[in-house]
């Protein structure tokens, strides 16, 4: 049986991330855990999040939990979801923080004067609710999700890879942004899929069954 840990460093709603991994894939063990030691047990591990970077760093550091996360983006499929993505990176402007370090590049505030749409209106931040994803080139996590396919956001700040190749996906909400990133092992996205109807599902199920 597969087992999977979805990483609880106390930020996100780590049990619909569960919920919908349990939906797509019902005969796996769904771990939702703090224990370092069932992170660097589990075949796969999924880091979920939300909420401020510096406060999660902090959380990850503190629950003993960040050199399991370092490992398993070594050696493992890997899923990152929204802060699950920026953590990855090397330094996040929210809050003047470090990340992990796994992927060069930033964590960058949608720029205020960049935030108006097509049609002229002001953009809030954050930027809250549905959003295409272009899909950058074919990856087995995109497996039977459209290009263009919409995905729910819930974010204000967006990473800016250092190496282009990475990038899987882009949307546009004012500007250009990075959604996606994959690397070897790693697939990380800035949009929620447990919160994304068919399409979000269609991803946590190629997650399940993909070998990087």
Not at 30 to 36: E, G, K, N, R
Not at 134 to 154: C, D, K, L, T
Request: net charge negative; with cysteine.
């Amino acid at each position: 049986m597969i087992t999977v840990a979805v990483v609880d460093y106390g930020m996100g709603n780590l049990r619909s991330v569960a919920k919908a991994i349990e939906h797509v894939a019902p005969h796996a063990n769904v771990l939702v855990t703090a224990d370092p030691a069932q992170v660097m047990a589990a075949d796969r591990v999924v880091v979920p999040g939300q909420g401020a970077m510096p406060d999660c760093m902090r959380e990850l550091a503190g629950r003993g939990l960040r050199e399991a996360v370092i490992l398993a983006a070594a050696n493992k499929p890997f899923l990152g979801i929204c802060i699950g993505l920026q953590m990855l990176f090397e330094h996040s402007e929210e809050g003047d923080v470090a990340g992990l370090g796994v992927l060069k590049g930033q964590v960058r505030r949608f720029p205020n004067e960049a935030m108006v749409g097509a049609d002229g209106s002001r953009l809030k931040v954050p930027h809250m609710g549905w959003n295409e994803v272009e899909q950058a080139e074919p990856h087995p996590m995109w497996h039977g999700i459209g290009n263009g396919s919409r995905f729910y956001f819930v974010h204000s700040y967006y990473v800016e890879p250092a190496q282009p190749d990475v990038i899987a996906g882009s949307t546009i909400y004012g500007i250009p942004f990075t959604s996606a990133v994959a690397r070897d092992n790693i697939f990380a996205v800035q949009f929620h899929p447990e919160k994304s109807a068919q399409s979000g599902l269609a991803l946590l199920g190629n997650f399940m069954s993909w070998n990087p």
